[in-house]
């Protein structure tokens, strides 16, 4: 099946995400066409600069990819899923601001009528399971491998509609989907600090720390994300760690590991907490 | 058409400064005096005071009126005073209108002018209607001397007992096998901290077996109609499976009922019962039930009936179909209660996901020396806390759930604080958004339960979770922020207690459509007057007591309960009620016999003669509500008091 | 079953044979059809118990002084321990079924007639023309153009519910009649007089169609003129100008069941203070006082029912087009309502039938 | 002296509802247009379609009709069978020139004297932005 792609700025560099996510796709029949021209959605900051700016950014992916056919916009990353859903929120209820994004953009020959419907690609996988080729085989993830869903924040806040904010267990269903248990665990959406991992990192440590334990007290050692900040925060924040580390995938590496796509194709030396720790 | 030329005295009322500065009573009354047929019109300060109701009756005499109107406030607040300031001088109590010129022009405009301009109106309207006015006849019929409890929680225990020592015949119905409703699961009660049981379960024992209440539990009211002092009562009384009169109440049956492990309702799901049970020990009656549902026998059919082999008494009976019972009385109390708000939507506090989270329901059964712990507050794993947090408001003033004050979550927080302090000497945090104490030595109480040590902390809790910044101290975390510090708070605490809100009983929404009663926004019952009226309702003969009217604590409930039990039993003890006046009735010379009448009347009040072909009102059942009138075309139909010709000349009044 | 029923001296004579036939064998006890009084040129409702008398019997004759459901209800209204045959139009049936549903009267004992209705002419203009009674059109078709308004206008000229239809539209009416059982007590009928059957006049369906083709368009040019003509209160002032309130329309009016109408009971005896307040509010008010009112009224308690015979303007002393603007009305309430008036015994009456989930 | 148009509506409520939520938002001193009058009924299933067009007649600018939410009726039903009257006389009325928005029926329960306060406003605007009633000025047989 065809989704219209937005990958985000943060994806390319992202440790494996790419690779996983194509190689899980290819797996699965999912066809991720990037919508062409496509720019940086100007996540938190450009709000916090100027909601119009902002509105033109995302107006501007949005009117591209209905003009390129697209149904709905498909993301890799919270921040972008965030960004855009608050966009569609506000495009939606105000014809006004609706009407002045159209002035900007008109300049480019663009037009949007109303936004397009914004998903995760964990919320596609999910939705079209059915009419994708998923693997029948069991799982081949080793036994001892004790994967905890991480969502961070902003996947199901503010302005999602994903069931149960506070804890929501999509992602478990998916893993549970390719027969992987994940722990049941209460640092599903605490914040990371990712955003902040810069200016103020020693704060942000806390967080992290408060994070991976949360986990490994619920007998989880390995993390899996669905956002390249919350993976590159939780990942590099665990260097300076005493404790013992857990290594902080993506879901799509976890899931390909089930499917039992070979390792290499999965990106996962990219990553800073190495998973041999686990026996991988 | 009227023979006798109508003689019309028209009062209005300055209501203090309610009415006069903003509409011009002068102006209106001498506007009034010039209205056809209007003999006297004077303005008055307080048309309601005695002075004022004698300055009707001396004029009706002095100008001999044979009409009367008053403008001041709602009919709904003082026709009935004036209607009787008229009968006091000989006047028919029909032969006066009211125009409400308070809460519709004076209370509801700025400028003086139009207010004044619409009390004109609405007066020459109330004048061009009442010249139209006829004295009614009104019968008393006899009043059922009996009353229908619908409820057996406290307020519906000291209801039917309130109205049986008076020495009426009461019906007290409950849907669950054992009166005594949410009190019975309570271990203390505030202020005072006597012992729940020991003040409830004696209540429960005399409604038990008092000669003039007639207790039937595990039944629900499945039909009423009638009138005031005639009302008609289906109860569905649900099978038990268990002889009453047969079962000696000994328990032997429970004991050896293989299925054990059913969640307790009552236990809050905090323990087990058999298939077989009665709630608890104190149960009244103390006759058990089979849960059909559980019953290996019932449910599943195995071959099981142990009960029965082991009950002496020979009480099981496993044939026992639902029944039906028609029940006629005089009054109603209504008294269904309320339901704890249930906080498992609230994923943020982790009730039903952290085994340390209990609702205010679960704590109490966990207090009460007859719960899961005997008393002890201990937790899942046995052992005492050693930090305890309590949430205030759960549920309560929040826009996602309930808007309103629960009215009682502050003080049985309180409660609950004093308890966890007497009984575990543990520390109490208590999170609280404003602390509520309004009531009998509710301050003192408060302040009693500071003195023990208790930290309360102003500010809404954010999460509760299980992790733990250092797992020696306490298996959960409260987040919250001290609001009055402004900092933040992340408290380790063994034990998490959420004071949830109140809500009206589940089918509340139901009882009220039977009884033709309504209920607010958020689904609690309407009393008829908030200040004057508190335990009745618009229906007359049905009464209000406990929670279905407003979130309460047990001594406004008790006292609310008494006051309905007072009403009903005047409403019993004067023996008759007037008959409404205000009905329809058909004339037959200009009945055309096309039954249309019988076909909208919601109350078969109306039946048809066939000799005469003619529909023919019975005015023990008609209510008045005009569907007849307003269908039939000849109008031969009727509602007294609201005739075409009383409406059309308040119409033509008000346009003229 | 269809049959023809034959007679040289064409279809009057035809029909008179098959009441004859009905009351010679105790098919009926009596007979309700419009017939020659020994004095009127005009046929009226006549109640025959002796079928000499039927030679009087016309009710082919495009004329009709009376909606005879008044009459027929009249003697249907209880039990009379007697079967009764009527010989109706189509708009007189509606009306009965209407009465019917109102408690007015029953059809247990009747076997109901119909015919298919050419229409009526007006009264007067009927004796104008054939005050002689010579050249009497026979029952066959006259010029619409001498029709009523009513009839002209009219498309639901062949009978909805009658046991019986004498199907004039077949043609072949100079030599006898086609008469269809639509019920199982007209087949019962047919049996009874040993009518044997022939299949119908293949022309039969096709002069239906054309006549109510015809009438449709005339009716929608009316009800489009009409509703053009009342668009405003003023307007519709300017219609009913000349009413002097003498209520024959609603005396005529077949549905107007009331036994006495509210516009004569007290309810409208205003005391005359009411009228000078009038006068004084308005300048001036016209007396009699609510005439607009009436006819508003009237419309809004029995519009949906309104059978469309039309008799409410035949008795017009001045002349008001009652019947155009109540079809006006009648065309939108009806709708509204999703009524159709006089089709079904079963069809509730809407004013009668609520529920929550109506919009 | 045309002066600036106020209409004069009648009211025709019923006694349980939305009387009690007139009354309710007098007791709360909400300030709504004073064109309206209201007419007390016990219920509004005794509203005669005469009432409707007697008041249109006589130079109403408006007939509002107020009543119980389905399912709350004091008398169970009378409120349905208002509405479906209301419909009828409507839609006569209309035939005769009177915009339709002239009669409105609004469900306004016995709580909710802020929403009654709030139709008042509404109807009220609404009728001013109609004009007064065209039967008005002329006389009316």
Known sequence: MIYGFFPGCAYQAAAGYKESVDAVCGLLGIELREIEDWNCCGATAAFSRSQKEALVLTGRLFALAARQGFEEIVTVCNACYSTLKKAAKLLDGQPALLEQVNRVMAAEGLLLEHPLPVKHLLEVMLRDRSRLSWPRGECRLPEQVKVAAYYGCQLTRPWQDVPRALRPDILESLLEAAGIEAVDHSARTLCCGASHAVAYSGRCQVLIDRIINGIRAKGGNLVTTVCPLCQFNLDQGQQGRAGDKVPVTYFTQVLGLAFGLPPEKLGLKKLLVPLKRIGL | ?656 | METFLKNPKGAHEAVRDLLKGLLENKLADAVLVAARTPYSQLPMPMLIADGQHLEKAVPLLPVAPFNAARQAEALLRQDAGRKLALVLRPCEIRALVELVKLNQCSLDQALVIGLECYGRMENHDFLDKYASGEGEPAASRIDEQLLCTACRTCTRCVPETADLTLATFAGGLEKGIWLQAKTEAGEQVCKDLELGHKDMDPGHRQAVEELKAGRGQADRELVEAMARAMASMEDFQKIIADCINCYNCRRACPVCYCKTCVFVTDVFQHPPEMIFRRAEKRGAVKLPTDTTMYHLTRLAHISHACVGCGHCTSVCPAGIPVADFFKTVARKTQELFDYIPGRDLDEPIPLLVFDENEK | MEASFEPKIIALVCNWCTYTAADLAGTSRLKYPANVRLVRLMCTGMIDVKYVIKALLDGADGVFIGGCHPGDCHYINGNLKARKRIQGVGSILESFGFEPQRLALRWIGASEGPEFAHHMTEFVNTIMQLGPNPSKARMIL
């Open chain 2, 1 to 656: 058409m009227n023979k006798e030329i109508p003689r019309i005295g028209v009062y209005v009322c300055h209501c203090g400064m309610n009415i006069a500065p903003r509409v011009d009573v002068e102006q209106v009354a001498e506007f009034a005096s010039r209205l056809d047929h209007v003999v006297v019109a004077r303005d008055y300060k307080f048309m309601c005071s005695n002075p004022g109701q004698e300055l009707i009756v001396e004029d009706i005499k002095a100008h001999n009126l044979n009409r009367v109107v008053v403008a001041s406030c709602s009919p709904r607040m003082h026709e009935a005073t004036f209607r009787k300031a008229c009968r006091k001088a000989g006047l028919s109590p029909y032969n006066f209108q009211m125009a409400n010129i308070r809460e519709q022009a004076s209370w509801v405009t700025d400028d003086s002018r139009l207010a004044t301009a619409k009390a004109k109106d609405l007066v020459a309207a109330a004048v061009g209607r009442v010249a139209f006015h006829r004295p009614l006849q009104t019968r008393r019929v006899e009043v059922n001397k009996s009353v229908l409890v619908i409820g057996g929680g406290i307020a519906g225990i000291q209801a039917a007992i309130s109205a049986a020592d008076a020495g009426y015949k009461v019906y007290l119905v409950e849907r669950e096998p054992s009166i005594g409703g949410h009190m019975a699961k309570f271990d203390k009660t505030f202020p005072t901290l006597d012992c729940a049981a020991c003040i409830m379960t004696p209540k429960m024992v005399i409604a038990g077996q008092h000669e003039n209440i007639e207790l039937l539990t595990y039944s629900e009211v499945v039909g009423l109609e009638g009138f005031v002092g005639n009302y008609k009562a289906r109860i569905l009384k649900k099978p038990r499976y268990v002889d009453e009169d047969k079962c000696t109440g000994c328990g032997t049956c429970m004991e050896k009922c293989p299925t054990r492990r059913v969640p307790s309702g009552f236990e809050e799901g905090l323990a087990f019962r058999p298939a077989i049970y009665s709630p608890f020990p104190q149960a009244v009656p103390k006759t058990p039930v089979i849960d059909a549902e559980h019953c290996r026998l019932l449910a599943k059919n195995k071959r099981c009936g142990v009960c029965a082999k082991f009950c002496e008494a020979d009480a099981i009976d496993f044939d026992q179909k639902p029944q039906y019972l028609d029940l006629t009385v005089g009054a109603v109390i209504v008294a269904t209660g309320f339901a704890a708000f249930d906080p498992s939507s609230m994923v943020q506090y982790g009730y039903g996901i952290y085994p340390e989270v209990y609702t205010s329901l679960q704590f109490e059964r966990l207090n009460n020396a007859t719960g899961p712990t005997a008393g002890q507050i201990v937790m899942k794993n046995g052992q005492v806390p050693r930090k305890v947090a309590i949430i205030h408001c759960v549920g309560s003033r929040d826009r996602n759930h309930l808007p309103y004050c629960s009215r009682v979550c502050c003080m049985y927080s309180l409660k609950f604080a004093h308890l966890v302090r007497e009984k575990t000497g543990a520390e109490v945090w208590s999170f609280y958004i404003d602390m509520r104490s309004p009531g009998k030595l509710y301050e003192e109480f408060y302040n009693r339960v500071q003195a023990e040590g208790v930290h309360a902390v102003r500010g809404k809790v954010a999460m509760v979770t299980d992790i733990v910044d250092d797992p020696g101290r306490g298996s959960l975390t409260v987040v919250a922020e001290n609001t009055l510090t402004g900092r933040n708070l992340r408290l380790p605490v063994d034990m998490v207690i959420l004071s949830v809100g109140l809500q009206p009983a589940e089918g509340a929404g139901e009882v009220a459509r039977m009884a033709g009663i309504s209920a607010d926004g958020d689904g609690w019952f309407t009393e008829l007057h908030a200040k004057l009226a508190p335990v009745n309702t618009p229906t007359a003969g049905i009464f209000l007591a406990g929670c279905c009217q407003g979130p309460k604590d047990i001594p406004d409930t008790v006292a609310q309960a008494m006051a309905a039990a007072g009403q009903a039993t005047a409403l019993l003890a004067a023996g008759t009620v007037e008959t409404r006046a205000e009905i329809s009735s058909i004339d037959p010379d200009i009945c055309s016999g096309c039954k249309s009448c019988l076909q909208v009347c919601p109350y078969n009040a109306i039946y048809f003669d066939e000799g005469r072909q003619v529909a023919v009102v019975n005015d023990a059942l008609c209510q008045g509500c005009g569907s007849c009138s307003a269908t039939c075309p000849s109008s031969a139909a009727a509602v007294a008091q609201f005739n075409d010709s009383q409406v059309m000349a308040e119409i033509d009044a008000i346009l003229a």
